[in-house]
């Protein structure tokens, strides 16, 4: 730092001298080293932790009031530090609850890989077409997903053709084409661009609502489109508006 603000003061006025340029370089190398070592040992690092709003805003509280009790320490500013301390733990607490609540079935825009998710409280299920990395833990979104729900994985299966999931049935078709008749599914997912007749099948089955995945080319995806508008069904393409929540 000192390097080079000499620097910068010198080359004001005229060239700096090349030894001090010199200095200035190494100076700057070794920096980075150090930056570079510190950064490449992985318990310096802090990741995974989930934080949501609950904890930003009591969390918040609890730094300024402990900031200011530190200042200049009383018995009003001890009360707002000891409400900050029991707000950060109910926070943890609500959040739990309301984790422990909630269900949901996840279809995500993944193109290399249909992926789906369903979630029972803090206990995440994801299928997957190609279940050989089944302990890949460098997913990005199984990863993200986990961590902004404080959740963990119970298990990682191979995506079914017919799943129950809060009282819905929903039936997925892949690649092979292959669909049971008369099935009436609430809904129905396409992945892995099908070859079916959509027109005949949605006469057929009579789904609910259809979703199609990011593993799906673009193309045959405004077919289908054109095909739900005609029988007033509802379609979801995750490439146009993003993962599917149910």
Known sequence: MIAGIIVMIIAIFTNPPLWIIVIFEKSIYLLNLMIHAVASVDSFVIQNISFNSYYLLTFYLLIIGSIIWLKKPNFTKTIFVM?????VQLSFILSKIEIEKEKELIVYNKKD???????IGNTVVFYKRDTSYKNDSNDRIMNSYLVGNSA?????????????FKNKKILLIDSSGIYPPNLSPDLLI???TPKINLDRLLTQIQPKMI??????????QKYWKESCLK????????????????
């Open 190 to 192: 396409l992945t892995q």
């Open 211 to 220: 979703i199609a995945d990011g593993s799906n080319s673009n193309s045959i």
């Open 231 to 246: 029988k007033n069904i509802p379609f979801h393409s995750t490439k146009e508006k993003g993962y599917y929540k149910l």
């Open 113 to 119: 890989n249909s992926l789906i998710s369903t979630r």
């Open 83 to 87: 409400s900050s301390v029991i707000l």
């Open 152 to 164: 963990s994985l119970s298990k990682i299966d191979p995506l079914k053709n017919l799943m129950y």
